[in-house]
């Protein structure tokens, strides 16, 4: 449950003191109510949706007090989340290809560190492609990460081809019998063309190589930008299939209620969530936890 106190805070205890501070639901409250969604960065299309399920829940009579509230909200956040949680299952063929995609800052490279070190601790071989040759020091920090957690960075030079970095660590996952590749991607969003091409030619390269691949692309997101994930999300989904999401900093943000909103509006299951910088600092995300973890 570590890491989600900020939002907690600004999102439970909030509800709380509504739940103590008025005798009987009323508009009053239900204003009060969407404030505090708003404020947890749940986002406007998510919090009408909950308030209708609210409205429809006291006519309904399935809220009657404002002590039903919470655990109302519970299962509704939580069948919002549920959209597909959990951790990819490896495929009976390895490699399992991984790509990650996501704009600079958000934590890619740490995430990419946090995740090599999972599957390695679960048993597995692991190598990371550093397909992000725009800048040298991705390069160099994605090698910092594989040194720390012991697994092998596929690299070219600053300025090389993408896919030819793709390609390489393909045939090297491949000769290495490795069961998982996790590919690093760039994350300049000034130059949007060119990055949609980008992305979209390392998927074909791996996929050309290795069939199904890639067999999950993890967006990252940061949760401090709050609403700003969102549009992230729409242009990445709109260039590559995205298969699930890596919220990063959700320890360090009263905002995490942008969760709420990817699993509502995005449909796109969150698969992990960072909560600090340590190598550790990675969970897999489980909705009903979740929502338990933010109600309690
Ligand atoms: P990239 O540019 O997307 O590759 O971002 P980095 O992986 O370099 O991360 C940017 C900063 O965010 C670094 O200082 C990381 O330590 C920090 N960071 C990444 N993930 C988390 C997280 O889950 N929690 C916190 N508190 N910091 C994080």
């Known amino acids: 449950k570590a890491g989600l106190e900020k939002t907690r ?3 439970t205890e909030k509800i709380e ?16 109510l969407e404030a505090v969604l ?49 951790v990819l299952t490896l495929t009976e063929q390895p490699p399992t290809v991984i790509l ?31 397909a992000d040759t725009f800048r ?14 012991g697994v092998d960075v596929i690299k070219h030079s600053e300025g090389s081809d993408p896919a030819a970095v793709a390609f390489d660590a393909v045939q090297a996952a491949k000769a290495r019998k490795a069961d998982v590749l996790i590919i690093d991607t760039a994350g300049r969003l000034h130059t949007k063309t060119n990055l949609m091409e980008e992305l979209k ?9 290795i069939p199904g691949a890639p067999h ?15 549009s992230q999300a729409k242009f990445f989904s ?22 709420v909103a990817i699993g509502n509006e995005l449909g796109i299951p969150v698969k992990w969530v960072g909560v600090g910088e340590g190598v550790n600092d990675l969970r897999p995300f489980a909705a009903a936890e979740f929502a338990a973890a933010l109600f309690a």
């Open 9 to 11: 805070k600004n999102f």
């Open 17 to 32: 003191q509504l739940v103590v501070g008025y005798a009987k639901i009323d508009d009053e409250l239900l204003d009060d």
């Open 38 to 86: 708003l404020s947890a960065d749940v986002g406007v299309p998510t919090t009408s949706v909950l308030l209708n399920d609210i409205r429809k829940g006291i006519k309904g009579k399935e809220i009657n007090s404002p002590d039903d509230l919470r655990p109302f909200l519970r299962t509704k956040i939580s069948d919002m989340l549920q959209n597909g949680s959990g």
């Open 100 to 130: 990650v995609v996501g704009v600079n800052g958000v934590g890619k490279t740490t995430t990419i560190g946090k995740l090599a070190n999972y599957y390695r601790q679960e048993g597995h071989n692991v190598i990371v492609a550093a």
């Open 136 to 149: 040298a020091a991705a390069i160099d920090q994605l090698e910092i990460w594989g040194n720390r957690v």
């Open 201 to 209: 030619k390392i998927s074909r390269v791996a996929n050309r190589e």
């Open 216 to 230: 999950e692309t993890l967006l990252v997101l940061d949760a401090t930008t709050g609403q700003n994930a969102i």
């Open 238 to 259: 709109d260039t590559v299939f995205v298969s699930g999401v890596v919220l990063t900093k959700l320890d360090g943000t009263a905002k995490g209620g942008v969760i």
